[in-house]
């Protein structure tokens, strides 16, 4: 059964600018035989579309609830973590897990995560594939590792029904970071490695890229600690201005 704890209630499937509508009622059917409902379309090329309907056959109602937004940031800001999906390997890169593994944290995890899929011909851009907390690949064909948009999709929501029951029991007490909560504090980094002069905005240095490989590996932050760091950088920027 499907509870509110369940992996398969916190998991919402997020597709990045989709282009052929066909995929989304695709995907939204994949969701559906694996007992998944919450789907967000990020600035799809066409949607609604009766080929989405056409696919998604008895998904309707996964479809007709999906969420449309305008960025991705939005789809996952109070998220507890987003998983990126992507076929090719990146040079730099966030934590990567192979498709089994990445399903095995999401159970671990309390609160809503998401699993984060490309465009059909150009997959993930670097800033959205970095807006995620890890980059999770299908282990495939390597000579032909680019599988379909929803097949991905249902590759993914098999691991996690396959998972499903097995999840721990929900922590009381501390609440975890959101994807929303790391942004502030990635925002809040920069500007003080600015404003001390360790890092000089207009180098192509990968400071950025670094500060969310760094936090990327730690996968289960509580809000309170994301507080104690910016805290802390408060207080070194206001000794920094007296
Ligand atoms: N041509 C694109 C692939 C697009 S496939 C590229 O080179 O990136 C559409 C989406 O399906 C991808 O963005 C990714 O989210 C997912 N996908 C396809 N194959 C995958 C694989 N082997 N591992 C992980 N994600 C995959």
Redesign the pocket.
């Known amino acids: 059964m499907v509870t509110a704890s369940s992996p398969l209630f916190r998991t919402r499937i997020v597709l990045c600018r989709p282009s052929h509508p066909g995929n989304i009622g695709a995907a939204a059917r994949a969701m559906k035989t694996m007992g998944l409902a919450d789907l967000r379309l990020v600035a799809p090329e066409k949607f609604p579309a009766p080929e989405a309907r056409w696919m998604a056959t008895n998904a309707i109602d996964v479809l007709d609830n999906a969420r449309i937004h305008g960025g991705l940031a939005e789809a996952i800001a109070e998220c507890t973590a987003a998983f990126a999906?992507?076929?090719?390997p990146r040079e730099w890169s966030t934590q990567v897990l192979g498709v089994r593994a990445a399903a095995a944290r999401a159970v671990e995890l309390q609160g809503d995560v998401a699993f984060v899929?490309?465009?059909?011909?150009?997959?993930?851009t670097n800033d959205e594939m970095l807006a995620c907390q890890y980059l999770?690949?299908?282990p495939?064909n390597p000579g032909f590792?680019?599988?379909n948009?929803a097949q991905?999709v249902q590759v993914v929501c098999y691991e996690l029904f396959m998972l499903s029951g097995k999840e721990v029991p929900e922590m009381k007490g501390e609440k975890p970071a959101t994807v929303a909560d790391l942004e502030g504090l990635y925002a809040h980094l920069e500007q003080a490695a600015v404003q001390s002069e360790f890092f000089d905005p207009a180098s192509n240095s990968k400071l950025r890229t670094r500060f969310r490989r760094l936090f990327s590996r730690v996968p289960d932050m509580e809000r309170e600690e994301v507080n104690i760091v910016r805290g802390l950088l408060n207080a070194l920027q206001k000794a920094k201005s007296k």
């Open positions: 999906l992507s076929a090719r899929f490309g465009n059909e011909q150009a997959g993930l999770v690949h299908i495939a590792s680019s599988l948009l991905a």
